[in-house]
């Protein structure tokens, strides 16, 4: 495997004999993820989706990418949480951070309904007016607030300028194979539609069309990127040796942590190519442990932008922390620092040093700083950032976190706990059916 985990930096701040115990329960939570014996058992679809992922659907997904990419300048992909975290970590990870897109015949994609901003949809668009558009719509429940909302907007857009016929041509969506009124819509309007499988849940979706179809339009080559989990899934199965399976490593190293009080987890990169990366991440861990009153609170960082502002509390603050390094060893470009004749800012020793050495000692001396201060550190490290390894570093998530949930004894593929707020809205906006609940809602706003 191109990924290794490397965990020397939580050695002082663990013990063995915990470990070897939580190390038995991380291997029967892999064999429950296999055998269907665990909480959540009906959404363990994403198991061996890699696999499972069939020639006709990755053709499928490539045409109609090829058809979205033809006819558009922007593509709009609605969807919030699992419906579109998974495809912008992936996009921007292996982006140019400043040119449209590594194939320079996709459109630009676009992130919309993953949140409510009236300002952020109006702005879209002006920005959309005069260039061609299309959509794809992701929701698995199809009743999502946030991103229906959007897709209303975007719909009349799209169909004002272009005429129904033109949208049907425009708008594909991803939903369920039966329910939901996303389904229901797009049949009714005849819109081309992927199926989310039943199987697979929302944050474990990024294997599906929800975020394949998105990247293939970003011109990223799915096959390969479904080749790394699939190489992944195997390296973590269950005949493979605890000592040898990252997966269960990485779920073991955290859990021994959070027993010894550690109770936020950071992670963190040195590459601004990979800060949704760790919002999916953020996703993935949170929604799938922070339940019955137990979890580590994923968060994340940006070094070295963070350690200008949050570099004092990790150094500092109060000692609940650990922290989980993506490291990448090698940059995709090269670029040295010049000579400055006059040297002011004093940094002729680094004349003729590369950025990433500069980065790279930035790291390691963090890394270091961090263990003196009594922040553990795990690291990932990684030979470079292509499809291949992100697909890798997608299922090792993915795996890490059903067996990391088993062992901290939650059921990692539930969320009932996001409902609560989606009440509480429905009700102050006069929903039907929550009348009364409103009431009381808008006293206690007084
Ligand atoms: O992981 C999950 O299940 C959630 O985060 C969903 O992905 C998110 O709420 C969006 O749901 P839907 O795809 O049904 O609109």
Not at 149 to 162: G, L, N, T
Request: charged share 25%; aromatic share 8%.
């Amino acid at each position: 495997m191109d990924i290794r985990l490397n965990v020397d930096g939580t050695v002082p701040f663990v013990d063995e004999k915990t470990g070897k115990s939580l190390v038995e329960k991380a291997v029967a939570a892999n064999r429950s993820l296999y055998e269907k014996t665990g909480k959540g058992s009906d959404f363990l679809g994403w198991v061996s989706l890699p696999l499972s992922v069939s020639e006709s659907d990755i053709s499928e997904i490539e045409t109609v990418s090829k058809n979205l990419k033809e006819i558009s300048d922007v593509v709009i992909v609605t969807g919030i949480g699992g419906s579109y975290l998974g495809a912008k970590a992936v996009i921007e990870a292996l982006n140019s951070s400043f040119e449209a897109y590594i194939d320079s015949d996709s459109p630009k994609i676009i992130f919309a309904g993953h949140h409510l901003d009236e300002d952020y949809l109006s702005e879209l668009l002006d920005f959309i007016e005069d260039k061609r558009v299309a959509c794809i719509v992701i929701s698995k429940s199809g009743t999502t607030t946030e991103p229906a909302v959007a897709f209303r907007i975007i719909k009349r857009h799209i169909e004002q300028k272009y005429g129904k016929e033109g949208a049907k041509e425009r708008i594909v969506a991803v939903t369920d194979r039966s329910h939901g009124a996303l389904r229901k819509l797009s049949e009714q309007e005849g819109y081309k539609t992927f199926v989310i499988p039943d199987d697979v849940g929302g944050r474990f979706s990024v294997l599906t069309p929800v975020g394949l179809l998105p990247i293939s339009v970003a011109g990223i080559d799915i096959r390969i990127l479904l080749k790394g989990a699939t190489d992944m899934e195997k390296a973590s199965q269950v005949d493979v040796p605890a000592e040898e399976n990252i997966c269960i490593q990485y779920a073991v190293v955290r859990n021994l942590l959070y027993g010894n009080g550690k109770k936020i987890e950071i992670l963190a990169s040195y590459s601004p190519r990979l800060h949704s990366l760790t919002e999916w991440w953020k996703q993935l861990f949170g929604e799938s442990e922070g339940k019955n009153g137990k979890g580590i609170f994923p968060a994340g960082v940006d070094f070295t932008s963070d350690l200008h502002s949050m570099g004092q509390y990790i150094q500092e603050g109060e000692r609940m922390l650990f922290e989980t390094v993506v490291s990448i060893e090698k940059p995709r470009e090269e670029l040295v620092i010049p000579e400055d004749a006059e040297n002011l800012d004093q940094l002729n020793f680094l004349s003729g040093r590369r950025i990433s050495e500069v980065n790279r000692m930035a790291e390691l001396g963090t890394m270091l700083a961090h263990i003196d201060g009594g922040v553990p550190n795990i690291r990932i490290e990684i030979p470079e950032l292509n499809a291949y390894i992100l697909g890798q570093l997608i299922y090792f998530f993915e795996k890490s976190c059903g067996i990391s949930g088993y062992v901290l004894g939650v059921n990692p593929f539930d969320q009932p706990g996001v409902e609560a707020y989606k009440k509480n809205m429905f009700a102050l906006l006069g929903k039907a059916g929550y009348e009364s609940e409103g009431e009381k809602l808008r006293a206690r706003l007084l």
